[in-house]
């Protein structure tokens, strides 16, 4: 890793959570930057939480090495967490105050004052175009304004490192992109954001770096561009058949790209010219009810290195 | 944005735990306040006046003390444990389980002990302002024998938090609400009969009376009543008291074992 230790905010080595007889982290290293997008992608129950609850000081590591800013939780837990913003999977908002009360308050954990809590969040909620919605209780409003408001509100205290657990789970696609988008801009003001995600769409738009996690353990680290090209071809072949065994054609495909997966609705033709791959298809006489060219993404990455996708 | 000030020192953390409770109350206060008046109002017309003319009547009072004078100090304890009660389960469980206000505040600088500070704190409050609405009332009644009850006002609040910081401990090793039950139908309202409130502890059975004597409400009842009567044994109320702080200090070791247990994982 470049950079001075002054630039790497978390620093991980042999980290590991155990939960009685499981073992929910199993002694991950890594290290996070100051200013990047840094992701933890990997499907549920992968350990990625676990990892989050840890980073964010509410979870002591049963082994291993943590430091944020230099410090280590065990002992600065509450001095790192005056510098963090955490954006958990479940929204804690309490539905049944307003939206600027829910802010007014937790800026108040921070030891901020309420003149401060007042400025900031007229801010805030204009960052997360909640202005209008101010006055309202949470209840009533829909998962992405509560989204949004929950980041709103976890940057109460300017925060160096945004923390946030699957940020988009459950949101449906237009709320994703303004919540993206938001994010974008989070990180163009210099904040380093650390996220959690089993999307790879989210992974790909969002981090610049990103580690891929399956049974509590790093499988990959590097940008999304380089995982692509370390762990894939440039392109892929799907392809569709019109039985219900796609495993029967993955032997006929032999030759044909350099490898195949096999899915339960689909096959995948790992190629660098999807084209030429879906010709050489027709030419051994094969007939899919589909055929689409697409170009590798952080899925296929998943899939190769652990046999699996990503989202079931 | 603007620059973020520095947290604030660490023996004051509690304080933004024991507004928030404060916040969330607004929503449910004038029920509430109208609840505090209304119960005791209830409990002198029914028992002070309806069963203690009856006791007055044929066997002239207890122990020649009138029956409403002997009685209110004993409810007014046995009050405090109930509103403990009310506020040391839901909103305990809740803040672990449902609305999570627990985890919010601990991904801040503040830690375990601040929460539980501030919350028991918030808990204090509700029972002090439900004391002193009692108190008042049965003024009003003239069931208050002595300007010694005053001292009966501190007194009470060390009962309530004798209940509500055990109850915090039980509460946050609940799953489910169905222990709440239990602990309403077989610990409060047992004590709540047999700890001296209604009748002295001399009535029960030999066997029983040690029961009550450990239990914080009986210590909570006896203290108060002899400060209304107006001749407080000194040494007696002092014992009572300082058995409550015992029983206070014991749950709070307790429950931050309960706490951490529970939300530090």
Not at chain 1, 100 to 111: D, H, K, L
Not at chain 2, 38 to 67: D, T
Request: aromatic letters at 10%; charged letters at 20%; proline letters at 5%.
């Amino acid at each position: 890793m470049t950079g001075t230790d002054d630039d790497i905010l978390i620093r991980a080595s042999g980290l590991t959570k155990a939960f009685g007889d499981f073992t929910a982290v199993d002694g991950i290293d890594f290290g996070v930057r100051r200013g990047e997008a840094f992701g933890f992608l990997g499907p549920n129950g992968a350990g990625k939480s676990s990892t989050m609850r840890m980073v964010g000081c509410v979870s002591p590591a049963t082994g291993g090495e943590l430091r944020l800013f230099g410090q280590d939780p065990a002992t600065h837990g509450p001095d790192i967490r005056a510098r963090l913003g955490v954006v958990p999977q479940r929204d804690t908002l309490d539905e049944e105050l307003t939206v600027e009360e829910n802010i007014w308050i937790y800026g108040r954990y921070f030891g901020l004052s309420r003149r401060e809590v007042r400025s900031r969040a007229t801010e805030l909620l204009e960052f997360a175009q909640l202005s209008d919605r101010a006055g309202s209780k949470v209840e009533p409003l829909s998962g992405g304004m509560k989204r949004r408001l929950t980041i709103a509100r976890s940057l109460i205290n300017s925060p160096e490192i945004l923390l946030l657990d699957e940020p988009t789970t459950g949101l449906d696609p237009q709320a994703r992109h303004v919540l993206w988008d938001r994010l974008f801009r989070l990180k163009r003001s210099g904040v380093t954001l650390v996220l959690t995600t089993h999307y790879m769409d989210e992974a790909e738009q969002l981090c610049d770096r990103l580690v891929v996690m399956d049974h509590g353990r790093i499988v990959a680290e590097g940008s999304p561009r380089s995982l692509i090209e370390q762990y894939s071809t440039r392109e892929v072949l799907e392809l569709r058949f019109a039985e219900d065994d796609h495993g029967a054609y993955a032997d006929k495909l032999f030759g044909v790209g350099e490898r195949t997966e096999v899915l339960p609705d689909r096959l995948l033709v790992y190629t660098d010219d999807g084209d030429e791959a879906a010709a050489a298809v027709h030419r051994l006489g094969l007939h899919p009810l589909s055929s689409l060219v697409r170009r590798s993404t952080l899925e296929d990455v998943f899939l190769h290195l652990t046999g699996r996708t990503l989202v079931d | 944005m603007s620059v973020p000030t520095p947290t604030a020192a660490r023996p004051q953390r509690w304080r933004p735990v024991f507004g928030y409770w404060l916040t969330a109350y607004k929503r449910t206060w004038r029920g509430s306040i109208f609840g505090r008046f209304l119960s005791p109002l209830l409990f002198l017309l029914s028992m002070g006046l309806g069963l203690g003319s009856l006791v007055n009547r044929s066997a002239g009072g207890v122990g020649g003390v009138p029956y409403l004078e002997f009685v209110v100090p004993g409810i007014l304890a046995a009050q405090a444990m109930w509103v403990a009660m009310g506020e040391s389960t839901y909103q305990v469980l809740g803040a672990i389980r449902w609305q999570m206000q627990y985890h919010a505040m601990l991904a801040t600088p503040i830690g375990v002990d601040d929460l539980l500070l501030g919350h028991l704190t918030y808990v204090a409050a509700q029972v002090t302002s439900a004391t002193v609405i009692f108190m008042a009332v049965a003024a009003c009644f003239g069931a208050w024998a002595s300007w010694w009850v005053l001292l009966a006002l501190p007194v009470t609040l060390l009962t309530g938090m004798a209940f509500a910081v055990p109850i915090f401990a039980f509460s946050a090793r609940q799953e489910g609400d169905s222990g709440f039950n239990i602990l309403f139908r077989f610990i409060i309202t047992p004590l709540f009969l047999f700890s001296g409130t209604f009748f002295p502890v001399s009535q029960l059975p030999v066997w029983l009376r040690p029961v009550a004597w450990v239990t914080p409400l009986w210590h909570g009842v006896e203290a108060n009543r002899s400060l209304a009567l107006g001749s407080p044994d000194a040494l007696a109320v002092l014992g009572h008291t300082a058995y409550l702080l015992v029983f206070i200090a014991a749950g709070a070791w307790v429950a931050r074992r309960a706490f951490r247990g529970r939300l530090v994982t």
